[in-house]
């Protein structure tokens, strides 16, 4: 057999095959089945199908899509196959490239953890900020419908939060499930007190409705208004019981209400046209009593108006909108008669005649003697006295016209 020779390898003429490394030679098998160049070629592919390897872990680190301890075996075997490779290339450089893959193995495995760690610690921060809000929820919550949609969602939230540190997220879920609880129970509490004082509420609207029903029959119209409105003012106090008890206690309770003031609207009603009917009755009284005006016949206007008055206290009570224009309307007649009747005795009694005939004829006698004490004032030319006679007489004039109306009036 001739020899054939490579720049990393050779085959001499008893068939043995040679590999060419830094370290010098080493046989990597033997051949006999063809020649020289056939037994190369053989070794040639096997050294690319192993760069083919090294080519691929390279890509795939190249491409992060293989974690590093995987890449760290993977090169770790190549390295250990290209050592002892049966095969005829340049191996030097492939150890050198599985060499410096081990160094971005490394690098990569440091990437990887600072990652990790990165999400880790935004892991514990979101698990953190949930738990806080649910502490808070747990404390403050008085909005139990909305902060309960709130703690189911920030459940939710953690389950599809990202994984902290075993220790860290376990100390955070127990807080998490500690909030959650101790939200339950005051809630919980919460409404069995609601419950408790809506109870209490519903006995003593109960006892509302009892006293409103037994009134529901009474003809006592103003005393039972009144208990009714205070009865509507306790109930509007009391609070609120359950839905279905307050709209039960609450019909039973304004049907009573309704029944008492329908009766009552029903008498008064009755009431308000009999009423009207009597003030029809002393709007013709009244009437009659104003056609007595002016009073010329004191006599027949007298025995008139007391028919009138007697004919009006048997017609009876009127609506309060017309009861003050007709007594007021009656009144002015009555005052109308009155005064004639004061007239008439003034002019019929003999002493008040006397009296303002005797006022009259002294006030006269005065004016004639001041009159004279004037005239003697002015011969003398006594200012003074002048003065003082002019005032007198003045006054004594006034007064003599007051009286001689007075007097006229006796004889008219």
């Known amino acids: 057999m001739t020899t054939a020779n490579d720049p990393w390898g050779r085959v001499d003429d008893d068939g043995t095959v040679y590999v060419r490394t830094a370290d010098g030679e080493r046989v990597i098998g033997s051949w006999a089945a063809g020649s020289p160049e056939e037994a190369l070629a053989f070794f040639r592919r096997k050294y690319q199908s192993l760069e083919t390897e090294v080519a691929l872990i390279e890509q795939r680190m190249a491409a992060t899509e293989i974690a590093p301890a995987q890449a760290q075996a993977t090169v770790q075997r190549l390295l250990i196959t290209v050592a002892d490779a049966n095969c005829i290339g340049d191996l030097d450089s492939l150890r050198v490239r599985l060499e410096g893959l081990t160094t971005a193995v490394d690098q990569r495995r440091e990437e990887v953890k600072a990652a990790r760690e990165h999400q880790r610690q935004e892991a514990r921060d979101i698990k953190e900020r949930i738990v806080a809000e649910a502490e808070q929820i747990a404390v403050e919550a ?141 709007e013709q009284l009244l009437a009659e009593a104003q056609a007595l005006l002016p009073v010329t016949d004191l006599r027949t206007a007298r025995t008139t108006l007391r028919s009138i008055q007697e004919r009006w206290e048997q017609a009876g009570s009127v609506p309060r909108d017309s009861r003050e224009q007709l007594e007021s309307g009656l009144r002015r007649v009555e005052e109308a008669v009155r005064r004639a009747e004061d007239n008439q005795w003034r002019k019929s009694n003999p002493e008040a005649l006397a009296r303002a005939e005797g006022t009259v004829n002294q006030l006269r006698a005065a004016i004639t003697s001041l009159e004279a004490q004037l005239a003697r004032a002015r011969e003398r030319g006594d200012q003074s006295a002048i003065s003082n006679a002019e005032e007198a007489l003045e006054a004594r004039r006034s007064w003599l016209e007051e009286a001689e109306h007075t007097l006229a009036e006796f004889s008219s």
Do not use: C
Request: proline content about 1%; hydrophobic content about 40%; glycine content about 2%.
């Open 142 to 282: 008085t909005h139990w419908k909305a902060s309960g949609e709130r703690m189911a969602e920030l459940l939710e939230e953690w389950k599809a939060a990202p994984h902290a540190d075993r220790a860290v997220e376990a100390v955070l879920w127990k807080r998490l499930s500690a909030a959650r609880n101790a939200f339950t129970k005051r809630r919980k509490s919460y409404f069995a007190s609601l419950e408790a004082e809506r109870e209490s509420v519903r006995i003593r609207k109960e006892k509302l409705v009892e006293e409103a029903e037994a009134l529901q029959d009474s003809t006592d119209w103003g005393p039972t208004t009144s208990a009714y409105r205070d009865l509507m003012r306790q109930w509007k106090e009391a609070g609120r019981a359950g839905r279905d008890a307050e709209a039960e206690l609450w019909k039973r309770f304004r049907d009573s209400q309704d029944k008492f003031f329908a009766a009552r609207t029903e008498v008064f009603a009755a009431k308000e046209t009999e009423l009207r009917s009597h003030a029809t009755v002393k």
